[in-house]
């Protein structure tokens, strides 16, 4: 274990329970600068390797993964709150994109041809950068930081990961699991190190990039450190996703994938429908139906089968949704359900529906990040467009609508947003680009694009010597 003082330690308290479990010696920043260190001289080694000796490590991450579903969901549960079924749902998920990653890397980073008239022989080549420090969040314990290492490692890049604070033992199990795989030891490295020392860890000759999936405030002081020593960085930040239910939809099933949307990973997700802009035609249909789907998700503890409501990932977050929701009611907006805390120990919150949703409340102008749907009204579609645009926010969003035309339209041309989805709930995928825009970050993971972040995109030109001429520009 990391050497620190004895008091330093990342405690670990269950969102169920609110009961203390294990707790973790903190890294100081001195054993990250050396972790780095190593990181990037093992870096060197692996970039040597092919893509067939890099697959067979990210293959056999995947089927340990597989293999070790049960304990690792059961990790997530005590930690953050996860119900057992989300938790090896999300494992799943982690292998099947190791196995993408494993199979399409070397297609993805093949060299590309490049046909300039004259200039002998162009092609454009994809080399790794280095070691890449990873700062991830709570909510997606596996999956966020999975879906930044498989593409990264497979890329021929190192990593060192700085997980938050109340998911130590998530974030040493990564670790151990790519160890387990037969990873080179330090090439990837889990550090507890303390939010306040990120910034001296940026500045470490050693560290070629950053990314971070968390808050706009995370992000802000990120991308500061990583511009102030001009290096390269990817954020996924906050989102407040819209999705638009238009006359044309069927309120039933509309309702049933706004509720689905909301309810991803208990209302704690960055990708998580959070605002329904419903048409006024629509508006009573629309709110009952939802009402409907959002009574399905029950409260119930995170490890019995069938829940599919656990706790919040603790009670100062619940605390700061209750709040949100109280003071969103006390500026006009109605309650439909939940809405009420339970007289009961541990980070409870239920699902709760809102309507009348306006600007100047928190439900409207805010990120709640828990089980809480927005209803806000719109006067027709070019309204519901401009009220879903209006927000500093613009990762994911959805069009609900019978028409495909009609969706297809507004999701290609008139949300500003990095994914737009018709008829279908917002979500990360290996073989699509995933990332937002405005205060939602920038860059993009998975896919093509996702592996090409964090690799030197290089021209090569070669010509005999001695030869003459020059490309022609036309």
Known sequence: MP??????????????????????PLTTLD???????RAKAAQLDWRKTSFADRAAVVGKAAALLRDR????????????????????????????????????????????????????????????LGVVLAVMPWNFPFWQVIRFAAPALMAGNGAVLKHASNVPG?????????????????????????????????ESPHIAAVTLTGSVAAGKSVAAAAGGVLKKCVLELGGSDAY???????????????????????????????????????????????????????????????????????????????????????NGAKLLLGGEIPDKAGAWYPATVLTDVAAGQPAHDEEIFGPVAA??????????????????FGL?????????????????DELDAGMSFVNENVRSDPRMPFGGVKHSGYGRECADYGIREFVNIKTVLVKPLGSSGQAKVE
């Not at 050497?3 to 169920?16: E, H, L, M, R, Y």
């Not at 054993?31 to 260190?37: G, Q, S």
């Not at 706790?311 to 109280?326: G, I, K, L, N, T």
């Not at 969003?397 to 507004?410: A, C, H, K, P, Q």
Request: some cysteine.
């Open 170 to 202: 998530c974030a040493l199990a990564i670790e151990q699991l790519f160890r387990d795989a037969g990873l080179p030891d330090d090439l990837f490295r889990t550090l507890l190190l303390p939010s306040k020392d990120i910034a001296h860890l940026i």
């Open 396 to 412: 994911g969003s959805g069009v609900l609508t019978g028409n495909l035309d009609r969706g297809r339209r507004i999701a290609r």
């Open 31 to 37: 054993e990250a600068l050396k972790a780095a260190e």
């Open 244 to 330: 638009l239910i238009l006359d044309d939809a069927d309120p039933a099933a509309a309702a049933k994938v706004a509720a689905t949307a909301r309810m991803v990973n208990g209302g704690q997700s960055c990708i998580a429908g959070k605002r329904f802009i419903v048409v006024e035609a629509m508006k009573q249909q629309f709110e009952a139906a939802l009402v409907k789907a959002m009574r399905a998700y029950a409260i119930g503890d995170p490890t019995e089968e069938n829940t599919k409501l656990g706790p919040m990932q603790s009670v100062e977050a619940r605390d700061e949704v209750h709040e949100q929701v109280e003071k969103s009611i006390a």
């Open 3 to 24: 050497k620190t003082d004895s008091a330093a330690v990342a405690q670990v308290v269950n969102p169920a329970t609110g009961a203390r479990e294990n707790s973790y």
């Open 69 to 128: 579903a049960d304990d690792y969901a059961a990790l997530m549960t005590q930690e953050m709150g996860k119900t057992l079924t989300d938790g090896r749902a999300e494992i799943e998920k982690c292998a099947a994109h190791c196995d993408w990653f494993a199979k399409n890397a070397e297609r993805y980073l093949a060299d590309q041809p490049v046909d300039v008239d004259g200039a002998g022989e162009v092609f454009v080549t994809f080399n790794p």
């Open 375 to 392: 209803i806000i009204t719109a006067k027709d579609e070019a309204d519901a467009i401009r009220i879903a645009n209006d927000s500093e």
